[in-house]
């Protein structure tokens, strides 16, 4: 598997080995030894999750400012555009963002490590959205990043969203911009 640290080195895309001819493929989706030493220290998941969107909703950007959690993403079904946004104000990317398209054609992994409010935008007619968490939910604790906030500007890519427009939850509508959230220390 193939790691690539994105411009915040913090936030790694891993890139597996696939086999496949005309039958199919196959490929390692997870190697917790290659994991570990790809992100330089031990990393223990504690929840799997799932979830299934239509074209244009957008998922985020969240966080937990206490319990926070560490994600590992990827798309089994679809394409997303997948955001991370550096909330650690100790860090020298403070407030910047990357972001991977991931689907199910490229097979890539996004590790968005805890710190980071995350998003994603479904550019598909629909997706499958898988991640591993590192430590569980927990609501109360959970904050969320305006996800257009003009001071991050995030780029998510709405010119693909061809007769579709961004789909939010009630929670994502009220997100609190940038200069108001609440950020790690």
Known sequence: MKATPLAIPD???????VFGDE????FESFNQRQF????????????????RSSKGVLRGLHYQIRHPQGKLVRVVSGEVLDIAVD????????????????????????????????????LSDSAD??????????????RCLLWSDAEI??????ERLVGASPQLSAKDQ???PFSEVEAFS
Request: a negative charge; aromatic letters at 16%; glycine letters at 8%.
């Open 23 to 26: 039958r199919g493929f196959f």
């Open 11 to 17: 936030v790694i895309l891993f890139e597996p080995k």
């Open 87 to 122: 909330m650690r104000r100790s860090s020298p990317t403070y407030g910047k963002w990357v972001g991977a398209l991931l689907s199910a054609e490229n097979k890539q992994q996004l590790w968005v490590p805890e710190g980071f409010a995350h998003g994603f935008v479904v």
């Open 129 to 142: 959205f898988l991640y591993k968490a590192t430590d569980y939910y927990a609501p109360q604790h959970e």
């Open 153 to 158: 500007n995030v780029d998510w890519m709405l």
């Open 174 to 176: 009220l997100g609190l």
């Open 36 to 51: 570990e030493e790809a992100v330089g220290r031990p990393v223990q998941f504690v929840q799997d999750n799932h979830s």
